[in-house]
T-cell receptor, first 109, second 115 residues
Framework: GQNIDQPTEMTATEGAIVQINCTYQ??????LFWYQQHAGEAPTFLSY????GLEEKGRFSSFLSRSKGYSYLLLKELQMKDSASYLC??????????FGKGTRLSVIA | DTAVSQTPKYLVTQMGNDKSIKCEQN?????MYWYKQDSKKFLKIMFS???????INETVPNRFSPKSPDKAHLNLHINSLELGDSAVYFC??????????????FGSGTQLSVL
């Protein structure tokens, strides 16, 4: 089976840094994605990791450890517009993306 | 220019009715998908089509029947709607299903409410 875990909700302050964790146990592994989904909107692609290490893209960074089945999304200099759900998804290799239940991030002033 | 468009945005209907959701992508992608997102925001794959052919059919009741007239369209028809079908349905596409880093492009979703 496929299992992807991430916290349900997080709250952080504007200007701060927040780390959203994701652990996975899947039948195969061909990479891990992070998507952002604002309320009432479609998910949009943020990042993709297939090798261990940190990928930085502006204020957002994503980390992967394949041996630990672990990833995190790091958001720096938080802005109110970053309030959204963040979905961790794994490509198991022979099926479409498997998504976690998402972490709803609330950024407060 | 909307890359993946689905209609309608909202769909409210009675139990037992039959309804359809349409999806079109203008990205030239080969693979299209239907995902269901329940009230807890869990996004789950339902179907995957590659070049009009069904390649993935997860455990979905046969009341749900996808139809792909061409590779740019993937419609979803639902018969005998039940209360548990209430959810947001997302159409998505990707260039193909062969490369591991292929990202999905999602439509804006159809919120289905069965009364």
């Amino acid at each position: 089976g496929q299992n992807i875990d991430q916290p349900t909700e997080m709250t952080a302050t504007e200007g701060a840094i927040v780390q959203i964790n994701c652990t996975y146990q899947t039948s195969g592994f061909n990479g891990l994605f992070w998507y952002q989904q604002h309320a009432g909107e479609a998910p949009t692609f943020l990042s993709y990791n297939v090798l261990d290490g940190l990928e930085e893209k502006g204020r957002f960074s994503s980390f992967l450890s394949r041996s630990k089945g672990y990833s995190y999304l790091l958001l720096k200099e938080l802005q109110m517009k970053d309030s959204a759900s963040y979905l961790c998804a794994v490509n198991p290799g022979n099926t479409p993306l498997v998504f976690g239940k998402g972490t709803r991030l609330s950024v407060i002033a | 220019d909307t890359a993946v468009s689905q209609t309608p945005k909202y769909l409210v209907t009675q139990m037992g009715n039959d309804k359809s959701i349409k999806c079109e992508q203008n990205l030239g992608h080969d693979t299209m998908y239907w995902y269901k997102q329940d009230s807890k925001k869990f996004l789950k794959i339902m179907f995957s089509y590659n070049n009009k052919e069904l390649i993935i059919n997860e455990t979905v009741p046969n009341r749900f029947s996808p139809k792909s007239p061409d590779k740019a369209h993937l419609n979803l028809h639902i018969n005998s709607l039940e209360l548990g079908d209430s959810a947001v349905y997302f159409c998505a596409s990707s260039q193909d299903n062969l490369f591991p880093n292929e990202k999905l492009f999602f439509g804006s979703g159809t919120q289905l409410s069965v009364l």
